[in-house]
């Protein structure tokens, strides 16, 4: 069976400070790896996939990272309207479409 | 294009009665999935279709949960008879395809059953 494990469950930055958010995982045969936002009272935003070891994309000041066991979501600089929570889940070569999420991490930004 | 759409956004229903929440999927988009959101649990998959078929109900957490995708437009999950631990945000998400193509979420239904 998939699973997630985020950390830090909650986690409080000054504006500007940057840090970083983990993602781990155990899955057998890894076909895609998502991050997501969550803002109170709305559904999840797509934010990246990461297919690979290795790869890495950025968005503005998110940038996310894969390695064969963790995902990071790298927060560089960030202001307050970044503070939301982030949701990480994994495609596992199990099933041709589950996604298996984790609880998430619930960054705020303070100005 | 206006992204899935839910209703309603909030209900509050009493316990024994029948909830009827429904999605209009992403237009073009052939997969189609039911959430629930706890704080306990996080994000649990309850139902999926795939070009308006079921393909996997296995999260549907008992028999008075039913889901139907009688078009490619719509789709409905349905509550009968309510309890209050059905309380939860039931999200409604599509893809363009089953796979590993990513997932765009409605805004939730806010269920409180009393």
């Known amino acids: 069976e998939d699973q997630v494990t985020q950390s830090p469950e909650a986690l409080r930055l000054q504006e500007g400070e940057s840090s970083s958010l983990n993602c781990s995982y155990t899955?057998?045969?890894?076909?895609?790896l998502f991050w997501y936002r969550q803002d109170p009272g709305k559904g999840p935003e797509f934010l990246f996939t990461?297919?690979?070891a290795g790869e890495e994309k950025e968005k503005e000041r998110l940038k996310a990272t894969l390695t064969k066991k963790e995902s990071f979501l790298h927060i560089t600089a960030p202001k307050p309207e970044d503070s939301a929570t982030y949701l990480c889940?994994?495609?596992?070569?199990?099933?041709?479409?589950?996604?298996?999420f984790g609880k998430g991490t619930l960054l705020t930004v303070n100005p | 294009d206006a992204g899935v759409i839910q209703s309603p956004r909030h209900e509050v229903t009493e316990m024994g009665q029948e909830v009827t929440l429904r999605c209009k999927p992403i237009?073009?988009?052939?997969?189609l999935f039911w959430y629930r959101q706890t704080m306990m649990r996080g994000l649990e998959l309850l139902i999926y279709?795939?070009?308006?078929?079921?393909?996997?109900d296995s999260g549907m957490p008992e028999d008075r949960f039913s889901a139907k995708m009688p078009n490619a437009s719509f789709s409905t999950l349905k509550i009968q008879p309510s309890e209050p631990r059905d309380s939860a945000v039931y999200f409604c998400?599509?893809?363009?395809?089953?796979?590993?193509?990513?997932?765009?979420f409605g805004p939730g239904t806010r269920l409180t059953v009393t």
């Open positions: 998400a599509s893809s363009l395809a089953r796979g590993i193509y990513e997932q765009y």
């Open positions: 899955v057998s045969g890894l076909r895609g």
């Open positions: 990461l297919y690979s």
């Open positions: 889940a994994v495609h596992g070569g199990g099933s041709n479409y589950k996604l298996t």
């Open positions: 237009s073009g988009h052939n997969s």
């Open positions: 279709f795939n070009n308006n078929v079921p393909i996997d």
